[in-house]
């Protein structure tokens, strides 16, 4: 599981699955020290959300192993009503009492898709990819909110949670290990580098 690089935002708002937000130049840089990474394993299965910046971060993996890039719509992003604004620390969404009512449930979401579901989509991909590359290995390309849900279904924990302690940085990867259909491991790393979980447009 492969999370996108950065994007290019200088609005600085949470763009979610609002089309035109594309790879910052730092962004195509990490999406290609990705594929460096990623050179010498047995890549057989590329797909990714059908977001632009997931396609994107993608692409050089792909053609390092001369393979196309498939779409899996159940990859995108999470929804969220706050799409479009900016919703940083000190940012006006927030502060305005007509969103309140939106902010009512944290633990569902009540201001986007509700975590079960998203957790059980991602499973859905995973699984479809693992089958497609089977003894071998695939890469899904997905964005943190997702990756992060799944992770912690996964691991046992409960799925509602701090955004700043979410360790899923821009271009890391986060690796499921099965045998079989049985999950036997995680490993996280970033070959990318760390990134502040926190930054809006990331």
């Known amino acids: 599981?492969?999370?996108h690089g950065e994007v290019y935002n200088p609005e600085g708002v949470l763009y979610g699955r609002m089309p035109?937000?594309?790879?910052?130049?730092?962004?195509r840089a990490q999406a290609?020290?990705?594929a460096e990474t990623l050179a010498t394993h047995a890549l057989v299965h590329v797909v990714a959300s059908p977001l632009e910046r997931a396609q994107e971060t993608a692409e050089p993996v792909a053609a390092a192993h001369r393979l196309p890039v498939t779409?899996?719509?159940?990859?995108?992003?999470?929804?969220?009503?706050f799409e479009g604004l900016r919703v940083g620390v000190g940012d006006g969404a927030l502060r305005q009492p007509r969103h309140w009512s939106k902010l009512r449930n944290p633990f569902l979401p009540s201001w986007g898709e509700p975590y079960t579901g998203l957790a059980h989509r991602m499973l859905g991909a995973v699984h479809t990819a693992r089958a497609a590359a089977e003894g071998a290995?695939?890469?899904?390309?997905?964005?943190?909110?997702?990756?992060?849900?799944?992770?912690?279904?996964?691991?046992?924990?409960?799925?509602?949670?701090?955004?700043?302690r979410r360790q899923c940085s821009l271009a890391s990867l986060t690796s499921l290990v099965f045998d079989g259909e049985h999950l036997t491991g995680i490993v996280y790393s970033e070959p990318a580098g760390t990134t502040d979980p926190t930054v809006t447009g990331a």
Do not use: K
Not at 20 to 27: A, D, E, F, I, P
Not at 71 to 81: G, M, S, V, Y
């Open 1 to 3: 599981m492969l999370r």
């Open 20 to 27: 035109g937000y594309s790879l910052s130049g730092r962004g």
């Open 32 to 34: 290609l020290t990705v």
């Open 71 to 81: 779409t899996d719509e159940r990859l995108i992003e999470a929804d969220n009503r």
């Open 137 to 164: 290995e695939a890469l899904c390309v997905s964005h943190q909110l997702p990756i992060w849900t799944l992770r912690r279904f996964l691991e046992g924990r409960r799925l509602w949670h701090d955004p700043r």
